[in-house]
Nanobody
Framework: EVQLVESGGGLVQAGGSLRLSCAASGITSDEDAIGWFRQASGKEREGVSCFGSGDGRTYYAESVKGRFTISRDNAKNTVYLQMNSLKPEDTAVYYC??????????????????WGKGTLVTVSS
């Protein structure tokens, strides 16, 4: 059974940094599309950053380019999201999602077949 477990969320001040982790089991992260999504209160879930299926290509939402970096440790089946220069607008529950499919693009949340339960990131001003 596929399981995704997020960790690393917390409360930080604007301008600070945080690193999220997603531990995956039942899938191989270098073969399957996997990435990070977030959902702020009252808003729809949106893609933040992901690895495309099979090719290792990375994708970022325009709002986080230059501030967030996705990485992975294949030996540990773990995907990370390094978040720098955090803004209050980044406050959301962050979810890890994965799929074996290559379409639709991995930044679209509907592409994901498996989800973690999320970790809360709160950025204070």
């Amino acid at each position: 059974e596929v399981q995704l477990v997020e960790s690393g969320g917390g409360l930080v001040q604007a301008g600070g940094s945080l690193r999220l982790s997603c531990a995956a089991s039942g899938i191989t992260s270098d073969e399957d599309a996997i990435g990070w999504f977030r959902q702020a209160s009252g808003k729809e879930r949106e893609g933040v950053s992901c690895f495309g299926s099979g090719d290792g290509r990375t994708y970022y939402a325009e709002s986080v380019k230059g501030r967030f970096t996705i990485s992975r440790d294949n030996a540990k089946n773990t995907v990370y999201l390094q978040m720098n220069s955090l803004k209050p607008e980044d406050t959301a529950v962050y979810y890890c999602g994965a799929t074996g499919a290559s379409w639709p693009p991995c930044l679209h949340y509907s592409a994901m077949d498996y989800w973690g339960k999320g970790t809360l990131v709160t950025v204070s001003s």
